[in-house]
């Protein structure tokens, strides 16, 4: 049996690193290779995005006669503390405040939001309700109630934030001009409060911004659809009426809106102007359950519209093929690497009593591989998006090199969605108070000298 398997070997199996390869190792060295190819054919693409975000300015929208009017939503669980400097940056707009109106659903607080949101002039309604959790939930109620008070008609369309964040002052000028040119869904640039903190605060920024200037950018210009990203979106009002308010209740809610968009043929436009703060998660912990959360929330996206996403793929639909690479494959070819490396291990174990450090190797260049690939990534985004990363610079680069690391958490973190039969919606506890004045590239200290003033003059 021996000299079969060695005829065979010499036959079929090449050499790694000089090494001889018994069939074990050699199947091992197959998917790692076959992996990587796949890899390259389904996201090959998005280089392309880039190299078109990189030649090509974003889109400008034309200047209009502003009479729209818009409803400004904002979803808030215990966000007294931050939640005034959004409705700040609200009333400082660019674009006529008589036509505009902020409608803030405090979502099971336990705190003073509902109140300061009420003695900040906007339109507060309280929802009590432990048995369904989460933001769609709220955003259902909230729409309800005011379609009940008769004033739903009255807006064109409604923007739809999270209570940490903060608007640039022509934010709502710009989403305006991105809707009058004729989309009826709109997103925006994303950016980060809190970019410097850490490497997970950065990993989260700096993979935000990359969504809009080389993912929902590229796309703008191509005119296909853009992703809607947690916050931070408009959405016309028909489009609300035709789902009978807010329809979208699984654990990523954005993802699933843009899902049921681009299947009723509404592309999301994407407004670069438009620039937006929010704060990202600083614990590994508090990450690992929001990405747990995402990464579920992915998968029960596949489940339910996953069907219709892959009819449009082979109807050569473009924008149905990069929602099915955006929230399935990766996980799949990441998953097969690391499964079939773990049973070649045993397996070799099994069969010829020893450790193979070639497959220990596959899996590090596999690893490898990804390292280099999001740290190109982050390179690219870094450059072209320098002069609004708001951290000391020294700082940001340092970080640089902690993105990819950040990236491949989502490995682990994926399994541990999968395996997990339930995962439960966790509010994200945001601290950071700040008004647009107040980021620049020294935004963090800044705010830590300010946090540390309040907390000696509590005591």
């Given at each position: 049996m021996d000299k079969i398997i060695d005829a065979i070997a010499h036959v079929m199996m090449p050499q790694l690193a000089g090494a001889y390869l018994n069939p074990v190792e050699n199947v091992g060295y197959y998917i790692s290779n076959i992996i990587g190819a796949l890899v390259l054919i389904f996201y090959s693409y998005q280089f392309f995005y880039i190299f078109l975000a990189m030649i090509r300015k974003p889109r400008k929208y034309k200047e209009t006669d502003q009479t729209k009017r818009y409803g400004v939503i904002i979803a808030a669980r215990n966000e007294e503390k931050v939640l005034p400097e959004l409705l700040k940056s609200i009333a400082a707009q660019t674009y006529p405040s008589d036509r505009v109106d902020v409608f803030v659903i405090a979502d099971n607080c336990e705190d003073r939001t509902a109140d300061v949101a009420r003695e900040m002039g906007a339109h507060v309604y309280e929802r009590n309700c432990k048995a369904q959790i989460g933001k769609g939930y709220a955003l259902r109620f909230l729409f309800n109630r005011i379609k009940a008070d008769g004033i739903f008609q009255n807006y064109d369309a409604y923007m739809i934030f999270d209570a940490d964040n903060v608007l640039t002052a022509n934010y709502i000028e710009e989403m305006d001009k991105a809707y009058c040119a004729g989309h009826r869904v709109v997103t925006s640039f994303r950016n980060s409060k809190n970019y410097g903190k850490n490497w997970i605060s950065s990993g989260y920024a700096l993979w935000f911004m990359r969504e809009s200037t080389h993912l929902n950018n590229p796309r703008s210009i191509l005119g296909t659809s853009s992703f809607i990203s947690g916050t931070g979106f408009m959405v016309d009002r028909e489009i609300i009426e035709r789902n009978n308010g807010w329809k979208h209740f699984l654990l990523t809610?954005?993802?699933e809106f843009t899902a049921d968009c681009i299947l009723h043929g509404d592309h999301v436009g994407y407004c670069h102007d438009a620039e937006f703060f929010d704060e990202q998660p600083e614990s590994f912990r508090?990450?690992?359950?929001?990405?747990?959360?995402?990464?579920?929330?992915?998968f029960q996206v596949f489940r339910y519209y996953g069907t219709g996403l892959l009819k449009g793929v082979f109807k050569l639909d473009w924008s149905c093929f990069d929602m099915t690479m955006n929230i399935m494959p990766a996980f799949i070819l990441s998953a097969v690497q690391c499964l079939s490396t773990a049973v070649l291990l045993i397996l070799n174990l099994i069969i010829y009593q020893t450790f193979s450090t070639t497959l220990v190797i596959c899996l590090t260049?596999?690893?490898?591989?990804?390292?280099?690939?999001f740290f190109i990534l982050g390179l690219l985004i870094f450059i072209a998006e320098w002069k609004r990363i708001r951290c000391n610079k020294f700082k940001a680069i340092l970080l640089l090199f902690t993105f990819p690391l950040f990236m491949l958490t989502y490995i682990p973190v994926s399994f541990s969605a999968f395996l997990s039969?339930?995962?439960?919606?966790?509010?994200?506890?945001?601290?950071?108070?700040?008004g647009i004045d107040e980021l620049s590239d020294d935004a963090e200290q800044a705010d830590e000298a300010r946090t540390s003033t309040d907390e000696v003059n509590t005591k």
């Open positions: 809610e954005d993802i508090q990450s690992w359950w929001q990405r747990k959360r995402w990464a579920k929330g992915l260049q596999f690893l490898l591989f990804g390292y280099i690939l039969r339930s995962v439960t919606w966790k509010p994200v506890e945001h601290n950071r108070a700040m």
